[in-house]
């Protein structure tokens, strides 16, 4: 097979993986935009969606198309309800002070981890995909999941920002995000709606991990590199900055995957990291970050 076949297939895997890093890191930027929480343990958030999907699929009877569509509700949903049981508990009590929270949520990835380390133990697990449909190209063939998959991710993103700048509990996030004392004063509930952030931006990532695990594999540590490649679409693309983050999340899944094809995902990651030392030197706020 030619050069071309071989960018274009590299291309395609990145396109994938830009798709699910680019919710993500979606979830990421959305807290940190809104309550200004670093949260460490936003992979582990993904981690729970694909380990709960391969839970889901093999408790619920039927066919593949039907058990992976309650995981796609149902994982979400319960990873969203632990992130706001976990906000009201720890997060809420440190008065989301920023390094507390840091150290805080550090702490919560190592519960998380190894709670789903005694329960669902250290094997990978795969989870069958809903469709086997694949489209055959004059190269090679590509599995037409993967396509849904990044079809899926964009269609999320368009409801998340339509969410955010045409509904009226998007103008309260919003509204809190510019000015938290301001917001108060006119009467808005800051805590629910930092719990309401906080729940969104873990099942955003829960989400990215139940599309993810009939590609790759439910597995107990599968959250770590999501966590540094979300940390780095969002510096990149500047925090709390949707645009931004997609935009990063473009360029770090397509680069990813032609570096990946032709060198070694270790190369990727590198370049990645290098990246984003230039972005803070050259311009700290990110490509559509606000300056402070």
């Known amino acids: 097979m030619a050069f071309g076949p071989f960018l274009l297939l590299a ?28 949260n460490v343990a936003h992979g582990e958030f993904y981690m729970l969606g694909a380990v709960l999907a391969w839970a889901v699929t093999g408790m619920i009877p039927g066919p593949a198309a039907l058990t992976f569509l309650a995981a796609l509700i149902i994982a979400p949903v319960l990873v969203a309800a632990l992130a706001a049981v976990a906000d009201g508990l720890i997060l809420k009590r440190l008065n989301y002070d920023p390094e507390a929270t840091i150290v805080a949520t550090i702490g919560l990835l190592y519960i998380l981890q ?62 809190t995000q510019v000015d938290r004392m301001t917001a108060q004063a006119f009467g808005i509930n800051v805590d629910r709606v930092y719990m309401g952030t906080f729940a969104l931006g873990a099942g ?29 679409v969002v510096i990149i693309g500047g925090l709390g900055s949707l645009r931004g983050t997609l935009v990063a999340a473009v360029v770090i899944g397509l680069s990813d995957g032609v570096i990946s094809m032709f060198f070694s995902p270790t190369l990727a990651k590198i370049l990645a990291t290098l990246l984003v030392a230039m972005v803070l030197v050259l311009r700290p706020q990110g490509l559509f970050g606000a300056r402070a």
């Open 11 to 38: 291309l395609m895997e990145g396109l994938v993986t830009a798709a699910v890093l680019a919710l993500a890191a979606a979830g990421l930027s959305l807290v940190f935009g809104v309550m200004r929480v670093v």
């Open 114 to 175: 190894q709670a789903a380390l005694s329960l669902y133990g250290p094997n990978a697990n795969p989870v069958p995909a809903p469709f086997e449909w694949r489209i055959q190209l004059p190269w090679f063939g590509y599995s037409g999941y993967k396509l849904f998959v990044v079809l899926a991710a964009l269609a999320v993103l368009l409801a998340l920002w339509t969410f955010l700048s045409r509904t009226r509990a998007g103008l309260i996030m919003r509204a």
């Open 204 to 232: 955003l990532a829960a989400l990215a991990g139940v599309l993810v695990v009939p590609i790759q594999q439910a597995q107990y540590l599968m959250g770590h590199d999501p966590l540094l490649l979300s940390f780095i």
